[in-house]
């Protein structure tokens, strides 16, 4: 094995989500700081909550707002 290719590992590292739960783990940083974990994740915890970090939840409802709005004018129209 070659010798000094390895990062430092960190047997305690630190990681902190933005819900505030925090817990150990290894890794190759001291700290972490993570949006989602396990007690927030709707996968877990059975509520919906939509992380929309660079505003793609909002663009999709407004185009899925147009185009409902497209489909009732061409239902009215061929009446």
């Known amino acids: 094995m070659k010798k000094d290719i390895h990062p430092k590992w960190y047997p305690e590292a ?6 505030g739960n925090k817990f150990v783990t290894g890794a190759t940083v ?3 700081n993570v949006e ?13 909550k ?3 970090t660079a505003g793609r939840v909002t663009k999709y409802e407004e185009r899925l ?11 009215t129209k061929s009446k």
């Open 14 to 19: 630190k990681v902190q989500c933005n819900c």
């Open 30 to 32: 001291p700290e972490i």
């Open 36 to 48: 989602v974990c396990n007690s927030c994740h709707s996968f877990f915890s059975g509520s919906q």
């Open 50 to 52: 939509i992380v929309d």
């Open 65 to 75: 707002k147009k185009m409902q709005g497209f489909q009732k004018k061409l239902k």
